[in-house]
């Protein structure tokens, strides 16, 4: 059995309904731990769909449907290939898809390359599983959570009550939360 096929979203979680609406997650990464991780966590505990590939995988694709993805985790390991065509090419290819890299420690060089890749984050090897969850969340939340939020603005002279209508709307506001 190929150890990154594992991962594809083909394969669902049978204690998880299936949904058409579920948001997937890239993860790039010849470190099969991290793949691990990274579906076991987003698989079952956030139910979110992960497809996972190896390096070589991501940098010989010829076309990515970044709409597919809500984000992409990558995994450049020791930061070599920050520096090669073919993974600059596949980085361009996803520009338009929010990418978090994970990494070990990296060199003042290499980090600078990591920070012109414009990702959204930067995590460091080893993972912190609570650290990664809450980063992925606070992107998904950033990118899908204010377009529910309603917001008022109240103009009135003095006297009117503007005042106590911008309380009260407030006070409605938060007791539906």
């Known amino acids: 059995m190929n150890s990154m096929s594992f991962f594809r979203k083909s ?6 309904p ?24 987003f698989a079952s505990l956030v139910g979110m769909d992960v497809e996972g590939m190896s ?12 709409d597919a993805y809500e984000l992409a985790v990558i995994d450049v390991a020791t930061g070599e ?15 338009g898809l929010g990418c978090m890299f994970i990494s070990a420690e ?6 600078r390359q990591l920070i012109k890749l414009d990702g959204i984050d930067w995590l460091k090897k080893p993972l912190a599983k609570r650290e990664f969850i809450e980063t992925v969340l606070a992107y998904a939340k950033k990118v899908k ?4 939020q309603v917001h008022a603005v109240l103009s009135s002279g003095g006297s009117s009550g503007g005042t106590s ?9 938060a007791m539906r939360r």
Do not use: W
């Open 11 to 16: 394969v669902p979680d049978p204690a998880i």
């Open 18 to 41: 299936a949904s058409p609406a579920r948001p997937t997650i890239l993860v790039v990464s010849d470190d099969l731990d991290i793949l691990d991780m990274v579906h076991s966590i």
């Open 55 to 66: 390096m070589s995988q991501f940098c010989e694709r010829k076309k990515f449907n970044i």
């Open 81 to 95: 290939c920050l520096s090669r065509p073919d993974f600059l090419a596949a980085r361009e290819r996803v520009r």
């Open 106 to 111: 990296l060199g003042g060089e290499q980090m």
């Open 145 to 148: 959570g204010t377009g529910g």
């Open 165 to 173: 209508v911008a309380i009260s709307l407030a006070y409605n506001h």
